[in-house]
């Protein structure tokens, strides 16, 4: 018989499935989209204090999240784009809170050689504790050849309870340039009392009935 993820068989799936339900999953109706009104990005600690070719840190850090939703088109321009010449540019974001993503969004510049080619994320909880990591995202040009310039919306299937996000981007000719990075995520349940009390019932009705079967 077919066996689920803690090694047990069909009969105990359903105490499984009840532990899930109580600990709450993605519901994508509720998904809310991340920008700079409700996180804050700042730069990892590999960057100098003013990496930015041609702005002030503070101007081009508010630019990295300012698109309004993850569907808004945006001109590249030197009032909209975040540049780096001459290395990566490492990122950290803070949601305030632990949420479960779903995606990316990136708007990236929309020709080769000042581009963002590859992105490194690592993804934290609250507690600052490694939860998972996407390596080697190789994004698509923004734009058809120029502007408007829209997101590559990039699916997330694992990243629950996360809090903190650390990117690292990189590009051709030790260029990056790009125009905005978002995130869509529900925020993460938390489980009431009565909701930990019925799990650990759960967890007790799945021990009783594999003690019964190895008896």
Request: glycine share 8%.
């Amino acid at each position: 018989m077919k066996t689920n993820f803690l090694g047990y068989t069909k009969p105990v799936a359903a105490s499984v499935v009840f532990v899930t339900l109580a600990l709450g999953a993605v519901n994508p109706a509720n998904a809310a989209y991340l920008n700079d009104q409700n996180i804050t990005v700042s730069l990892g600690s590999s960057m100098a204090p003013n990496p930015f070719a041609n702005r002030t840190t503070a101007d081009s850090l508010s630019s990295i999240i300012d698109a309004p939703s993850a569907s808004a088109s945006e001109n590249h321009d030197q009032s909209t784009h975040v540049w780096v010449s001459g290395g990566p540019l490492e990122l950290d974001f803070d949601f305030g809170m632990e949420y479960n993503l779903t995606t990316l969004h990136f708007w990236n510049y929309f020709g080769e050689g000042f581009d963002v080619d590859n992105i490194d994320f690592t993804f934290f909880d609250a507690s600052k504790s490694l939860v998972g990591s996407l390596l080697n995202v190789m994004p698509q040009l923004g734009g058809a050849g120029g502007n408007p310039i829209f997101a590559e919306d990039i699916l997330l299937s694992f990243p629950l309870n996360i809090q903190f996000v650390n990117a690292v981007l990189t590009g051709s000719n030790n260029q990056v340039d790009f125009n905005n990075i978002g995130f869509t995520g529900q925020i993460s349940p938390v489980p009431e009392p009565e909701t930990w009390a019925m799990l650990v019932t759960g967890l007790l009705l799945v021990s009783l009935k594999v003690k019964r079967k190895s008896a």
